[in-house]
């Protein structure tokens, strides 16, 4: 079974920055989606097992980098010049297979809050 543990969220002003990470129990495809409150989830951003695709959201290209430690099985999105509209709990994802599409990831973390105030 696949396990996925996120940490690295918390309250942070507008403006600054957080690191989330995410460690799986095995080799996969990771990436990060979010749910902001009163809305629906959302795909953030996406990387390969190797490192050599990655995707963002069109929105958040520039401000976020998501990158990976395949010695640790780790996957960070770090994220900068954050906004309130920012805020939500952040979820990472896997995948045994991924060709870019935020649709391929199937296995789900807990989530991990961020709140970014104004």
């Known amino acids: 079974q696949v396990q996925l543990v996120e940490s690295g969220g918390g309250l942070v002003q507008a403006g600054g920055s957080l690191r989330l990470s995410c460690a799986a129990s095995?080799?996969?495809?990771m990436g990060w989606f979010r749910q902001a409150p009163g809305k629906e989830r959302e795909f953030v951003a996406g990387?390969?097992?190797?490192?050599?695709?990655?995707s963002y959201a069109d929105s958040l290209k520039g401000r976020f980098t998501i990158s990976r430690d395949n010695a640790k099985n780790t996957v960070y999105l770090q994220m900068n010049r954050l906004k309130p509209e920012d805020t939500g709990i952040y979820y990472c994802?896997?995948?045994?297979?991924?060709?870019?599409?935020?649709?391929?990831?199937?296995?789900w973390g807990q989530g991990t809050q961020v709140t970014v105030s104004s």
């Open positions: 990387i390969s097992w190797s490192g050599g695709i990655t």
């Open positions: 994802v896997a995948a045994a297979k991924w060709s870019g599409s935020p649709r391929e990831f199937d296995y």
């Open positions: 095995g080799r996969y495809a």
